[in-house]
């Protein structure tokens, strides 16, 4: 089966670091997602891109987050200054057309120190 | 805004029990996904249910969809060891447009015991 891919698996930062999460959409997917998932609690929604442009963001999506599609194949998450409760587990997420299945990739622990 | 809730939270059962996990949420829906995670892993995907009395199968577990009630339900017969995981429930908005984000449950924990 085809898979999200996501890199790296485990990032580290000090407070105020930019950081910078990839990932590999599977490769005839339209819709792009991320979503994070703090230790032990439910995941949460971030924020969705389609047609190269962003579709709909949640509250948590601030000024500090973004995200951008470089090329044919990434798509990236960009935190600008990192704050102590953005540490967890950040999974990207692709569908192709239709109302389908949503597939995750393996997901980025941010630890924020 | 949409809220999804999820009863139980902790469920512990033995193998070869039958049990249901629910799955309430707020708000008109088109489209409802079951998920399974194990500890420390990623989200796989179970069910994708996408109308009123829809019901999908796969192995023990069955997943039906009453959007009048705005319920659904995961069902697990006669249930085995490697099902022990947290289970899932998320809502997509019905904002219309496709790509709206899904709203999550807080997940049912479950354990099998042998």
């Known amino acids: 089966e085809p898979e999200v891919t996501q890199t790296p698996s485990h990032q580290v930062t000090q407070m105020g670091q930019e950081v910078i999460l990839r990932c590999v959409p599977i490769?005839?997917?339209?819709?792009f997602y991320w979503y994070r998932q703090i230790l032990g609690q439910k995941v949460e929604f971030l924020v969705s891109?389609?047609?190269?442009?962003?579709?709909?963001k949640s509250e948590i999506f601030d000024d500090q987050f973004s995200v951008e599609r470089p090329d044919g194949s990434n798509f990236t998450l960009k935190i600008r200054s990192t704050k102590l409760e953005d540490s967890a587990m950040y999974f990207c997420?692709?569908?192709?057309?239709?109302?389908?299945?949503?597939?995750f990739g393996s997901g980025t622990q941010l630890s924020v120190l | 805004e949409l809220k999804v809730e999820q009863n139980p939270l902790f469920l512990s059962m033995q193998e070869g029990k039958n049990y249901t996990i629910y799955c309430n949420y707020s708000?008109?829906?088109?489209?409802l996904y079951w998920y399974r995670q194990d500890p420390g892993k990623s989200l796989e995907s179970l069910f994708v249910?996408?109308?009123?009395?829809a019901v999908k199968q796969e192995g023990r577990l069955m997943a039906s969809l009453d959007t009048k009630a705005r319920l659904s339900t995961l069902h697990i017969t006669a249930a085995v060891h490697d099902l022990s995981a947290t289970y899932f429930c998320?809502?997509?908005?019905?904002?219309?447009?496709?790509?709206?984000?899904?709203?999550f449950g807080k997940g049912t924990h479950l354990i099998i015991q042998p």
């Open positions: 997420a692709s569908r192709g057309q239709g109302f389908e299945k949503l597939f």
């Open positions: 490769s005839n997917h339209l819709y």
């Open positions: 891109f389609y047609n190269n442009e962003i579709s709909e």
């Open positions: 708000t008109t829906s088109d489209r």
């Open positions: 249910l996408l109308s009123n009395g």
């Open positions: 998320a809502v997509a908005s019905d904002a219309g447009g496709g790509a709206d984000g899904l709203t």
